[in-house]
């Protein structure tokens, strides 16, 4: 199941609005064939899978498992239904890491393949196998995008220096920042941030396309946005400011992660950086030359409603 995940993670960029997936075929101890979802549209990762396994290991299908991060589909959409696929190649057992939250699928994978008398273990590293698609499960879910707050601060805590723009990003986690925005469908800043910063708000230190740009503003409220960017099928928002709109995520709890960088800068005076909300948990923390990175998850367990391993499915 960690090679799932971890052929999973290839899809990050390519594989939205579908779920990022992996699938691994292991015979006698030995995989004879793996496959990743590589791009929205296109092949599921079961179906890179089985396609993957060499004419010399075809005979052994019947007597494999088949690990899958995500439960297999159950409805046509672009493709076939993964379930349909993986009943007719015959395979022993399959493991799968969690359900799928998508109406469509929702548990009605499983059944499929159990109904046809294939083995069916779920929730083998589930929690691992929710986070990895959190984006996509939040949208499902609760019908808005994934909701991340990113901003970055002096030591003496700070977003500027006696309130003029100050470049507080070093050039590594500069590059960092725009990998996050090639990793997400939206990003917003405030009017007056837009207005004082003039940012440019798209990915130019690393590949990948620019999200959709929004500016909100005083006659514009955070949930017609986001009822907006939902119906547009997007998955993910990162807020990057100013002060005062990162504060306002805050205070109505629209917030799935924060990202909150630290720099070894003094400025004295300036435009306070929001403070840390109670109930957020820090999961990691790297220094890259003094700068500190954060990245702190919301306390409540969002995804807690979603069906689990322990659902009669």
């Known amino acids: 199941m ?13 594989a939205a609005p579908n779920p990022m997936v992996g699938a691994v075929l292991v015979y006698d101890g030995r995989i004879i064939g793996e496959g990743y979802h590589i791009k929205c549209g296109e092949a599921h990762a079961e179906v890179n899978c089985f396609a993957s396994v060499k004419t010399a290991d075809e005979p052994f299908v019947p007597q494999a498992t088949l690990y899958v991060s995500l439960e297999p589909c159950a409805h046509y959409g672009h493709t076939p ?51 990895l698609n959190r984006r996509f499960f939040t949208f499902h879910t609760y019908r808005r995008p994934y909701i991340l707050l990113k901003w970055a601060q002096t030591t003496d805590g700070f977003l500027d220096c006696n309130y003029r723009p100050t470049a507080i990003s070093n050039a590594f986690t500069r590059m960092l920042c ?22 440019q708000l798209t990915v130019r230190h690393w590949v990948g396309a620019n999200p959709l740009r929004i500016v909100l503003s ?20 990162i807020v990057e400011g100013g002060a005062k709109t990162l504060q306002s995520f805050i205070e109505k709890d629209l917030w799935d992660e924060l990202r909150v960088e630290r720099a070894p800068l003094l ?6 950086a929001p403070q840390i909300p109670k109930g957020a948990v820090l999961v990691e923390r790297h220094v890259y030359d003094g700068h500190e990175l954060s990245r702190f998850i919301c306390g409540q367990n969002r995804l807690e409603s979603l069906p689990s391993a322990s659902c009669p499915i």
């Not at 960690?2 to 390519?14: D, E, I, Y």
């Open 2 to 14: 960690r090679r799932c995940l971890q052929l999973a993670r290839n899809g990050v960029c390519t």
């Open 178 to 199: 725009h990998k996050l925005r090639a990793e997400c469908d939206a990003i917003l800043v405030g009017r007056v941030t837009a207005e004082r910063d003039r940012p």
């Open 267 to 272: 400025a004295g005076a300036g435009t306070c």
């Open 218 to 237: 005083h006659d514009t409220s955070m949930e017609a946005v986001l009822e907006s960017l939902y119906q547009q099928n997007c998955q993910s928002l």
């Open 81 to 131: 239904p993964c379930a349909d696929l993986v009943v007719r190649k015959g395979v022993r057992r399959v493991v799968v890491g969690c359900v799928d939250p998508f109406a469509k699928v929702q548990g009605k994978g499983i059944q499929r393949i159990r109904e046809a008398g294939i083995e069916v273990t779920v929730g083998v590293l589930e929690e691992e196998c929710r986070q």
